[in-house]
């Protein structure tokens, strides 16, 4: 059965970095594609970034420059690498099969349960 987990969040400071981690198991990495969306409160869900099958990677406006997504195929991980947090940040982050749909668990949409992290000033 497929299934990812999130790890790595907590309390960090404005400016601060900070690496997230995205654990694959029941399948690989090296033909899904994997997103990292995030959710503040009060807000609906935001894509980031991506990483494609092949291993290119996308990023969404707000984060270019700033973050950093990757993966490690021999340990089926995917990363996420944060630098100059701002508080805008502070959300639940979640790490989902590229396709997959906000809220939905099915044959072509995966996520996890989500890791959270506050920025303070």
């Known amino acids: 059965e497929a299934h990812l987990a999130e790890s790595g969040g907590g309390l960090v400071h404005a400016g601060d970095s900070l690496t997230l981690s995205c654990a694959a198991s029941g399948f690989t990495l090296d033909y899904y594609g994997i997103k990292w969306v995030r959710q503040a409160p009060g807000k609906g869900p935001e894509w980031i970034a991506d990483?494609?099958?092949?291993?290119?990677?996308w990023y969404g406006d707000s984060v270019k420059g700033r973050f950093s997504i990757s993966r490690d195929i021999d340990k089926n991980k995917v990363y996420l690498q944060m630098s100059s947090l701002k508080s805008d940040g502070s959300a639940v982050y979640y790490c989902?099969?590229?396709?997959?749909?906000?809220?939905?668990?099915?044959?072509?949409?995966?996520w996890g349960q989500g890791t959270q992290f506050t920025v303070v000033e």
């Open positions: 990483i494609r099958d092949s291993g290119l990677t």
């Open positions: 989902a099969w590229r396709d997959s749909i906000w809220g939905i668990t099915g044959p072509t949409s995966l």
